[in-house]
């Protein structure tokens, strides 16, 4: 771990970015049909945000994103291992992708900053919580749940998860069943934090493989460490060695079309395609 930095001044400190009020909107999209005007604007305002998040992180990969819990303070023994799992991926040359907020993904995007590696944020507007963690070189603001998990796998070559709750199983078991269908590739899925971690998997092996509902395969897919070094260098061997990925000098950052890819000036390798 490297020594402690006073946190950096950002424009976004705001009560208005992050999980601010909801309008009623969003709400009222999820009750059921609704008038026909009002379906195409919905329809139209997806479409946006799906172009704004595609524009906003087209450039800022290669990725792993790290989801986990917005709960712990930074005193917790699982944000200061969230910030060792953003460490040693900033080190091995990736961008560390998060929600955006407190907790587990403030400290994975605090340990890519501690390194001086790329670190980006995908917010979700909420009715309660969040400012915005404040170690963020970049970030996006989404007003649908679907639209921001969305990114936060589009732009990964690997998933890292320390310990979280109802949001974190559901981004777990929904990278799980893209790569159970084949809608995405075998992408590494880590778990970090066996104490936490393992009575799930043992209800996974022990139930429902026993009944029939999952197959062994599908559970043996979790890689379960309490070592952040062992996760990235597992998260490592697999981006090299099956997806094409190689280490290469960092090209400086161009504009495409209106959008400037974004590289951190003081990294001298990244992970790029062959």
């Given at each position: 771990?490297?020594?402690?930095?006073?946190?950096?001044?950002?424009?976004?400190?705001?009560?208005?970015?992050?999980?601010?009020?909801?309008?009623?909107?969003?709400?009222?999209?999820?009750?059921?049909?609704?008038k026909?005007?009002?379906?195409?604007?919905?329809?139209?305002?997806?479409?946006?945000?799906?172009?704004?998040?595609?524009?906003?992180?087209?450039?800022?990969?290669?990725?792993v994103?790290?989801?986990?819990?917005?709960?712990?303070?930074?005193?917790?023994?699982?944000?200061?291992?969230?910030?060792?799992?953003?460490?040693?991926?900033?080190?091995?040359g990736?961008?560390?992708?998060?929600?955006?907020?407190?907790?587990?993904?403030?400290?994975?995007?605090?340990?890519?900053?501690?390194?001086?590696?790329?670190?980006?944020?995908?917010?979700?507007k909420?009715?309660?919580?969040?400012k915005?963690?404040?170690?963020?070189?970049?970030?996006?603001?989404?007003?649908?749940?679907?639209?921001?998990?969305?990114?936060?796998?589009?732009?990964?070559?690997?998933?890292?998860?320390?310990?979280?709750?109802?949001?974190?199983?559901?981004?777990?078991?929904?990278?799980?069943?893209?790569?159970?269908?084949?809608?995405?590739?075998?992408?590494?899925?880590?778990?970090?934090g066996?104490?936490?971690?393992?009575?799930?998997?043992?209800?996974?092996?022990?139930?429902?493989?026993?009944?029939g509902?999952?197959?062994?395969?599908d559970?043996?897919?979790?890689?379960?460490?309490?070592?952040?070094k062992?996760?990235?260098?597992?998260?490592?061997?697999a981006?090299?060695?099956?997806?094409?990925?190689?280490y290469?000098?960092?090209?400086?950052?161009?504009?495409?079309?209106?959008?400037?890819?974004?590289?951190?000036?003081?990294?001298?390798?990244?992970?790029?395609?062959?």
């Open positions: 771990m490297t020594s402690e930095i006073e946190k950096p001044k950002r424009e976004t400190d705001t009560a208005e970015w992050g999980k601010r009020a909801a309008d009623g909107e969003e709400t009222r999209f999820l009750e059921g049909p609704r026909r005007s009002f379906e195409l604007f919905r329809a139209l305002r997806i479409f946006f945000e799906l172009i704004r998040g595609f524009r906003a992180l087209h450039f800022v990969g290669p990725c994103t790290v989801f986990g819990s917005a709960r712990f303070p930074e005193t917790h023994r699982y944000y200061k291992l969230a910030r060792e799992v953003g460490a040693e991926l900033g080190k091995a990736f961008t560390v992708l998060t929600g955006g907020g407190p907790g587990i993904m403030e400290a994975a995007n605090r340990g890519a900053h501690d390194v001086g590696a790329s670190s980006v944020g995908c917010n979700i909420l009715p309660k919580e969040q915005p963690n404040p170690y963020l070189d970049k970030w996006v603001d989404f007003n649908y749940f679907f639209v921001r998990k969305m990114m936060l796998v589009k732009y990964s070559y690997a998933f890292i998860v320390p310990p979280g709750g109802f949001g974190t199983m559901d981004e777990i078991f929904e990278t799980a069943t893209l790569i159970q269908t084949g809608k995405i590739n075998d992408f590494p899925l880590v778990l970090v066996t104490e936490y971690w393992q009575p799930m998997i043992d209800f996974l092996r022990d139930t429902m493989v026993r009944e509902t999952i197959a062994e395969h559970v043996n897919r979790l890689f379960l460490t309490d070592s952040p062992e996760a990235v260098e597992f998260v490592t061997k981006a090299v060695g099956r997806f094409g990925l190689k290469k000098k960092r090209s400086p950052s161009r504009w495409y079309l209106g959008e400037k890819s974004h590289a951190k000036s003081d990294a001298s390798i990244v992970a790029s395609r062959k």
